[in-house]
């Protein structure tokens, strides 16, 4: 049921940069909070698209795909770790 709402009345969350369609979403405003119903894409980052200087009264809201980190994740287990204060 939900996807065929979603799919009659949602709308296209496009790539703000590279004009790729990353899925759809009901978009709403509410309480100050941007909400996306209904989106099974890949993670997004919202960004402000950048605007003329004089026109600012009417912030336009952009969608990209979550960068991916380029560090590895490794933990250090804790038999490993220094120890914090040393009574020495």
Do not use: C
């Amino acid at each position: 049921m939900k996807k065929v709402i979603v799919g009659v009345f949602g709308r296209n969350v496009v790539d703000f940069e590279t004009g790729e369609i990353l899925g759809r979403a009901l978009v709403f405003f509410w309480r100050g909070r941007l909400l996306l119903l209904g989106y099974q894409g890949p993670p997004l980052q919202v960004e402000f698209v950048a605007e003329v200087p004089f026109e600012y009264s009417r912030r336009v809201v952009g969608f990209r795909k979550a960068i991916v980190p380029d560090f590895p994740r490794t933990r250090i287990p804790a038999s490993d770790m220094p120890a914090l204060h040393d009574n020495d």
